[in-house]
């Protein structure tokens, strides 16, 4: 039976909501008689503004609110930034599709005073805003000398922080500038060998309700098959390493010919200790690739690295 009406569920930030309008633009285009609605609505992660994202816990931080949505019926699909989709879904649940991903490099956005300098560059004791950890570690080892602080809100806020004087510079998501308008933002695309990014990062998730192949006749268009190759391989990477969204696990993703090759990271929090290895294989395994560099990590020490951080984590009882 052909669908009528779509029913899709949006975090309310700024962001999810230019990512989502996207979503039910392209839809609408696709499906001229279908009738889509958004109910946008606060997650846990929107919520708590005031404490660093890592010490919160990453069970679904930005999606757990979405979820419920259509678990009990009021929603049909979820658009997620897929760095924030967990890589256990909750029963039930599956990701729909993944669509076209935009460039998914860090980059560094400064204060008018630090336009002459370069990230390589910046003077000792810049105050560098990130709340990433998977940032955070692989840019304290390459540049012990700058100081890095928790930033936290929407990308606008974390600008008007900037601009006040809070921070010499962020570190934000090209791909998230991009889609808000302020790409012109960016002073310098961080290159994968300083700072690998994060899985799935720069690409949308539609996650939806299982059994409802009505729901995946009408997202199927948004599929892009080499990014969602590339965000599998990704996630199948972090899923086996057991790492969350909020741990220091870094990746990239490229094509040559019909090979998929992936990169992965893994670091201390300070940054002392960073492993870094590559598998590459048929694109159509992207899975397995993402299993094989996380065994192949485990072996040098991704393991070990993983665990102290998780009981650095731990909220104390």
Known sequence: MALTELRIASRRSQLAMVQT???KAELEKAHPGLTIT???MATQGDKILDVALAKIGDKGLFTKEL????????ADIAVHSLKDLPTNLPEGLMLGCITEREDPADALVVNEKNKAYKLETLPEGSVVGTSSLRRLAQLRHHYPQLIFKDVRGNVITRLEKLDSGD????????AGLGRLGVGDRIHQLIPGDISLHAVGQGALGIECVEGKPEVMDVIKVLEHTPTSQRCLAERAFLRELEGG??????VNTRFEGDQLILTGMVASLDGQRLIRDQKSGASQDC??????????????????ILKEIFETMRPEA
């Open 21 to 23: 309008n996207w979503v």
């Open 38 to 40: 958004v109910e946008a």
């Open 67 to 74: 979820e419920a949505q259509m678990l009990v019926g009021r």
């Open 167 to 174: 921070y010499d510079c962020l570190i934000l998501a090209a």
């Open 245 to 250: 969204c909020q741990v220091p696990i870094g």
């Open 287 to 304: 899975e397995a690739i993402g299993v094989e560099l996380a065994n192949a990590m485990k072996a040098q020490g991704a393991g070990e």
